[in-house]
């Protein structure tokens, strides 16, 4: 039975005629290879954060506080690291999270990512605010699981229909994230003056969308003064600051799909979101990129797991780095985490192949760390699987 760890006697196996991997094999590594490589402008927009970037800190600071427990003599040479969370099955407890324009780091932006995700059977989650329409991207990998995450706009028939748009194209869940109704102070680029969105980048879902379209003047592609003008209206109507709990009973007139709030952080929030019929929550800070000096999404996951006491799955965004982080994760009551970063520095460097080599090095380590922690599937982790750092 083959496993995601053998990508490393597959490397060894290479190193015998003198082949070595030719991008960097941690996520550090692909950041600062990235950092090389890529305009400034797009670097700092993935990289950056709010503010000071006390949470960016504070996130990877919150896995370090956590210990694993390795258990000896338990026969896992069978491993399997499948599940399924809110009907979607998936090869591993792993999706690639909702970044939007990525056109900023690779002109296959949002396709590679669609397509490197389904080679490995990991659920993609495609981000509203995408260089490439929701349609073209299931149109890349039309048999791969893939979830939509909706920023939902102030237009309620404009969140309708991309909500309505997602669903015929195939999406098997509504991600819709809660943190974002306004972009957070973010000092990189601001220093560099510099918004993707103003430039017509991050917004295809919009320019494509039938009633978007249909409260504009003239046709985007008419002309540059029409895609201003398409632009001034999507700032408009990008993130609702008066959305509220009551506005989620929408989503089921909208759609059958099971629905996902992203952005949970507080446990009031979870059980008040359990309250009006959502079907799974994401734990997450937004990759610290909000709410300068916000508590790491790793420690609020705990607090959340226990107020939602098994009514709906947790996921964890936010900080994930290796796969000493996805084990840590999955012990403290997360059924799945998502990957941001790491993979988009792959897209950046080499395309679908850089994203699939991010991918496949985070499950290698993943599923060897699993192993030799004595553990044959995620499913057997649990409390007792990690301890809390006495010195952190």
Partial sequence: ?????DLANEIYSGGLTGQRPELPMTADGVEVAAREVLPAEAFSYVAGGASTERTIAANRAAFARWRIVPRMLRGVIERDLSTTVVGTPMAAPVLTAPVGVLGLVHPDADLAVARAAA?????????TAASTTLEDVAAAAPAAARWFQLYW?????????????????????IVVTVDT?????????LALAHMPFVQAKGIANYLADPVFRARLD??????????????????????????????LALLRQWTRLPVLIKGICHPDDAR???????????VSNHGGRQVDGARAALDCLPDVVAAVDGRAPVLLDSGIRCGADVLIALALGAQAVLLGRPWVY????AGQSGVAHVLRALLADFDLTLALAGYASPAELGAHSVVRDVIG
């Fill in 153 to 173: 706009p102030r237009d309620p028939q404009l969140a309708e229909s991309l909500v309505r748009r997602a669903e015929m194209a195939g999406y098997q869940a």
């Fill in 119 to 127: 080679a490995l059977g990991l659920v993609s989650v495609l981000s």
């Fill in 346 to 349: 792959g897209l950046g460097l």
């Fill in 218 to 247: 003239a046709p985007p592609e008419e002309s540059a003064q029409a895609m201003q003008m398409a632009v001034r209206a999507w700032a408009e109507v990008f993130g609702n600051p008066a959305l509220s709990w009551s506005d």
């Fill in 272 to 282: 008040t979101a359990l309250d009006h019929g959502v079907d799974a929550l994401v």
């Fill in 1 to 5: 039975m083959a496993h995601f760890g």
């Fill in 181 to 189: 109704w306004s972009l957070g102070w973010r000092p990189r680029d």
